[in-house]
């Protein structure tokens, strides 16, 4: 079993900050990748920014230059910074992870439960 956690939601004004970090654990042989995705009311869940074991990160255009994403691969941690956030950003945030977890030989996705964040005009 894997599982994601994430921490860090809330609600801020615009121009503020935000952190977010999830924590991947349980019977991981190696984790791929990790990211965010965010889904707000009545919209289609999206792209918000991932990173590879390696260190290649993408970004939305929407965030770019704003959002900045970092991993502790040690402690399985994908975190990240959240500037500069407009109203727009108002959505929920998931935890994305592709890994590997015996007995597959595959990688899958997994996903956290989510955490909100709340960007006040």
């Known amino acids: 079993q894997v599982q994601l956690v994430e921490s860090g939601g809330g609600l801020v004004q615009a121009g503020g900050s935000l952190g977010l970090s999830c924590v991947a654990s349980g019977n991981i042989i190696r984790i791929f990748a990790m990211g965010w995705y965010r889904q707000a009311p009545g919209k289609q869940r999206e792209l918000v920014a991932t990173i590879t074991s390696g260190g290649s990160t993408n970004y939305a255009d929407s965030v770019k230059g704003r959002f900045t994403i970092s991993t502790d691969n040690a402690k399985n941690t994908v975190l990240l910074q959240m500037n500069s956030l407009k109203p727009e950003d108002t959505a929920n945030y998931y935890c994305?992870?592709?890994?590997?977890?015996?007995?597959?030989?595959?990688?899958?996705?997994?996903w956290g439960q989510g955490t909100q964040v709340t960007v006040s005009a």
């Open positions: 994305w992870s592709q890994i590997q977890s015996p007995p597959s030989i595959g990688r899958y996705d997994y």
